[in-house]
């Protein structure tokens, strides 16, 4: 099951991406075959600590739009998903990573 977020449209896809909390961006990044789920005990963990939490169901997976072709799960795509996810989300600068 997805954490419901909200749905930002970028790269001719709607993501699903959970927005909380205020502080330093951080971007939590899901494996395979994982949704934003993983990081459900995360989240409220780290918006106390002070953060905005960014994360999103990658391509294909949880609620977000699935593309059919074997060549856009390529990891590029991935990246530059992420990179447009920010860019829409008003992120400037650097940002916290962590992936699962």
């Given at each position: 099951?997805?954490?419901?977020?909200?749905?930002?449209?970028?790269?001719?896809?709607?993501?699903?991406?959970?927005?909380?909390?205020?502080?330093?961006?951080?971007?939590?990044?899901?494996?395979?075959?994982?949704?934003?789920?993983?990081?459900?005990?995360q989240i409220p963990a780290l918006?106390?600590?002070?953060?905005?939490?960014?994360?999103?169901?990658?391509?294909?997976?949880?609620?977000?739009?699935?593309?059919?072709?074997?060549?856009?799960?390529?990891?590029?795509?991935?990246?530059a998903d992420l990179v447009a996810?920010?860019?829409?989300l008003g992120v400037r600068g650097?940002?916290?990573?962590?992936?699962?």
């Amino acid at each position: 099951m997805s954490i419901k977020g909200e749905r930002v449209d970028v790269r001719g896809l709607s993501f699903n991406v959970l927005v909380e909390g205020e502080g330093p961006d951080v971007l939590l990044v899901h494996g395979f075959p994982d949704s934003n789920s993983v990081w459900r005990n995360q989240i409220p963990a780290l918006v106390e600590a002070g953060f905005r939490v960014i994360a999103p169901d990658l391509r294909g997976f949880g609620e977000t739009d699935m593309p059919p072709s074997k060549a856009d799960y390529k990891i590029d795509e991935f990246v530059a998903d992420l990179v447009a996810i920010l860019d829409a989300l008003g992120v400037r600068g650097k940002v916290r990573l962590a992936g699962h």
